[in-house]
């Protein structure tokens, strides 16, 4: 899943409220312990994958192994140095070689059932499809494309590899974010290309609503403005779960990476931003895997 195409780099904005409302326990997942583990594809809309790109993967590997306690397996030489990030023996993220003179970054891919329907869609409805639609061997077929607002995302149609197989618990993706300057024309964008519904949350101002799967109550994230944040391009902001943000924290200087945001607690737990060895942020939420949306779909 190695990718020759341009990443975007990631603000350090504290969340909104709204981007906090997946501890307020809006469709919890309904897995139980011994069943945390995911086989099936992802249904078609659902953020179902994240990975990163940087110049020294090794580096890379150490710090999350650190900071995200993830392990690692490698893949066949074919995929150029492309390692999946493990947690509690399931995928949670990828880390592969960067390529050109793009920064660091996490991708966020979209799961969907026809990679080149999709790629049609993008282009139907104002976004660019960088790297068009192609077979990544057995595993599945991708493409990466940017939104009209310039926020690149990946999609992604699961073969052998589904994308992540654990979600919403220590270790995992937990929520996302869109960053944007005119977030109503991004979100008329995601619409119509995912079919998403938008929410309001009115707490977290007129520019931030929830996107949501059109059948289903839970949210999947959220999208709204730069909050504040100038001289970076739009862009998705992706968090991940750990026990204990503290800790996470303090594992990230030693490991080479640095805090933008110290941990400070909100109603839903206790939050902070990071940025690995090559300059990638990124957001924790400390969580035990409670109160999560639900993205079984």
């Not at 329907?117 to 282009?123: F, I, L, M, N």
């Not at 926020?151 to 960053?179: K, M, Q, S, Y």
């Not at 990230?252 to 909100?266: F, N």
């Amino acid at each position: 899943m190695t990718r020759l195409t341009r990443q975007t780099a990631m603000s350090a904005s504290r969340p909104s409220d709204a981007s906090r409302a997946r501890w307020t326990g809006r469709g919890r997942i309904a897995w139980d312990a011994d069943m945390s583990i995911r086989t099936s594809r992802w249904p078609a809309g659902v953020p179902c994958w994240v990975d990163l790109t940087v110049p020294d993967v090794a580096a890379a590997k150490a710090f999350y192994g650190a900071v995200l306690g993830w392990s690692y397996q490698d893949t066949e030489e074919e995929y150029g140095g492309y390692a999946i990030a493990e947690a509690s023996g399931a995928a949670a993220a990828g880390i592969g070689p960067q390529h050109g003179a793009a920064p660091a970054a996490w991708t966020l891919y979209f799961a969907t059932d026809d990679a080149a329907r999709t790629a049609t869609a993008v282009a139907e409805h104002g976004g660019e499809v960088v790297l068009p639609p192609g077979d990544v061997g057995p595993l599945g077929r991708m493409l990466v494309a940017a939104d009209p607002t310039g926020a690149v995302f990946g999609v992604w149609e699961a073969g052998t590899h589904i994308g992540a197989g654990l979600v919403n618990e220590p270790g995992g993706l937990t929520w996302e974010d869109l960053r944007s300057p005119d977030p109503d024309r991004a979100r008329a964008f995601y619409s119509g290309v995912f079919g998403y519904r938008t929410d309001p949350l009115p707490e977290a101002g007129p520019d931030y609503r929830l996107f949501a799967l059109p059948d289903e109550q839970a949210p999947l994230g959220g999208m709204g403005g730069m909050m504040g944040v100038t001289g970076v391009p739009a862009h998705w902001v992706v968090y991940f779960g750990v026990p204990d943000a503290a800790a996470a924290v303090a594992a990230a200087g030693p490991a080479g990476g640095s805090v933008l945001a110290s941990p400070y607690e909100t109603p839903y737990g206790t939050m902070a931003a990071l940025t690995d060895p090559a300059g990638a942020a990124f957001w924790i939420a400390e969580t035990a895997g409670q109160d999560m949306p639900d993205r079984s779909g």
